[in-house]
T-cell receptor, first 114, second 112 residues
């Protein structure tokens, strides 16, 4: 079975701290993309960052970066200098069936405290 | 700008009634998806389509159906609504270039 696991249902940090959200997955695909999505209280699903599995370099987007360990099938999201607006549910996801469908983890609820 | 829209955003219905949630995208994406979101389960795939006249069942398809008569629309129908189908429903379309999903704003359905 192809699954995604987010082992941290909830996390809470102080503003300006760095926080890392974990994600492990199980796939039989060879070439694929991995995604982190953010869902703030507005409910809108927003793409945070995307990692191409065939690239060894970890993706970065401003304060957001990933630690991609392909052999370990691990894809964690690091948020640096966290801000109150980062408070949200975070979902990791990866494609299956030749990258046609996305499978989502259960989500991590992140709270940034002032 | 291209977008994906869902309607209605909120709906309350009664057990046994038929309900249709609309999804319309202007990205011109071939792949479209319906997910439901429930506490503790993340997003689970209901149905998906890879193009016009193509529909496929996802992991939680029982009690739901979809049709794809054109590229832009993928309506989701609950044939006979049940309380277990109370949820937030998300429609999405997929970019062929990046693999990224673009989501609608969600439809909250309550079945009483």
């Amino acid at each position: 079975a192809q699954t995604v696991t987010q082992s941290q249902p909830e996390m809470s940090v102080q503003e300006a701290e760095t926080v890392t959200l974990s994600c492990t997955y199980d796939t039989s695909e060879n070439n694929y993309y991995l995604f982190w999505y953010k869902q703030p209280p507005s409910r809108q699903m927003i793409l945070v960052i995307r990692q191409e599995a065939y690239k060894q370099q970890n993706a970065t987007e401003n304060r957001f970066s990933v630690n991609f360990q392909k052999a370990a099938k691990s894809f964690s999201l690091k948020i640096s200098d966290s801000q109150l607006g980062d408070t949200a549910m975070y979902f990791c996801a990866y494609p299956i069936q030749g990258a046609q469908k996305l499978v989502f983890g259960q989500g991590t609820r992140l709270t940034i405290n002032p | 700008d291209a977008e994906i829209t869902q309607s209605p955003r909120h709906k309350i219905t009664e057990t046994g009634r038929q309900v249709t949630l609309a999804c319309h995208q202007t990205w011109n994406h071939n792949n479209m998806f319906w997910y439901r979101q429930d506490l503790g389960h993340g997003l689970r795939l209901i149905h998906y389509s890879y193009g016009v006249q193509d529909t496929n069942k996802g992991e939680v398809s029982d009690g739901y159906s979809v049709s794809r008569s054109n590229t832009e629309d993928l309506p989701l129908t609950l044939e006979s609504a049940a309380s277990s189908q109370t949820s937030v429903y998300f429609c999405a379309s997929r970019s062929g270039n990046t693999g990224e999903l673009f989501f609608g704003e969600g439809s909250r359905l309550t079945v009483l």
